[in-house]
């Protein structure tokens, strides 16, 4: 048994180890490789305090509505699907109101969700 211990193979995992800064210990607990991802509570005030007052106006109401709907989540647990769905919710509840380069008939938020680009589509041709 000692013979299997000296192997080539076990010396170079325990050096891959040691450069990891990993314990044979650690592998063994099972404890995560990273630090748990902050809650939605805990992070959107580090990102508020971090950008302009200008862009809190703009993106604070939003950010308080997601606290409202998962301020206990972590950041790493919604998926695409339920981020989808709170901006249908939020957009249902209150319409967007239209934006100055936008045509008449998008007035309410009706265009909203990328069903209106000002940008002409790529397959109308150059006019």
């Known amino acids: 048994m000692s013979q299997s211990n000296t192997r080539p193979e076990l010396e170079a995992a325990r050096l891959l180890l040691q450069r990891l800064g990993i314990s044979p210990a650690d592998l063994v607990t099972g404890q995560p490789a990273r630090p748990l991802a902050p809650t939605f509570a805990e992070y959107v005030p580090v990102v508020a305090g971090a950008v302009s007052a200008a862009s809190r106006r703009a993106y604070g109401s939003y950010w308080d509505r997601v606290v409202l709907a998962w ?3 972590r950041l790493d647990t919604v998926r695409a699907s339920e981020i989808e769905q709170l901006r249908a919710q939020v957009q249902a509840v209150r319409p967007i109101p239209r934006r100055r ?14 069903l209106y680009s000002p940008i002409p589509d790529a397959s109308e041709g150059r006019r």
């Open 71 to 73: 301020g206990k989540r």
């Open 101 to 114: 380069n936008e045509p008449p008939w998008c007035s309410g938020g009706r265009c909203q969700g990328g």
